[in-house]
């Protein structure tokens, strides 16, 4: 079994830089693709960042690429997402999610196994 718990959200200006972290517990960690989705009031889910398990594939949301950075911290069984130059159409609930025991990095939804329970991002002046 696997615990995703996210943390770093907040209130921040446009403009701003916001760092969320998703702490996991349990086994397989290193060997997990895991990924970032976020869910606007009125709208769907969607993939913003994913991640191989070694880190050496990644993707990105063509509205947040360039801006949003997406990495692993396998010694802390932690995954990052540094959001910098955020604009208030960032504004979301973001969560984290983890493959069963995949390592090929995914962006569809229906790929992961477990989530957390999310974290609300709000870019407002």
């Known amino acids: 079994q696997v615990q995703l718990v996210e943390s770093g959200g907040g209130s921040v200006q446009p403009g701003g830089s916001l760092r969320l972290s998703c702490a996991a517990s349990?086994?397989?960690?290193?060997?997990?693709?895991m990924g970032w989705f976020r869910q606007a009031p009125g709208k769907e889910r969607e993939i913003v960042a994913a991640?191989?398990?070694?880190?050496?594939?990644?993707s990105y949301a063509d509205s947040v690429r360039g801006r949003f950075t997406i990495s692993k911290d396998y010694a802390k069984n932690t995954v990052y997402l540094q959001m910098n130059s955020l604009k208030p159409e960032d504004t979301a609930v973001y969560y984290c999610?983890?493959?069963?025991?995949?390592?090929?990095?995914?962006?569809?939804?229906?790929?992961?196994?477990?989530w957390g329970q999310g974290t609300q991002v709000t870019v407002s002046s």
């Open positions: 991640m191989s398990s070694r880190g050496v594939n990644t």
């Open positions: 349990g086994r397989g960690f290193s060997s997990r693709a």
């Open positions: 999610a983890a493959r069963r025991s995949d390592g090929i990095m995914a962006v569809r939804e229906e790929d992961y196994r477990y």
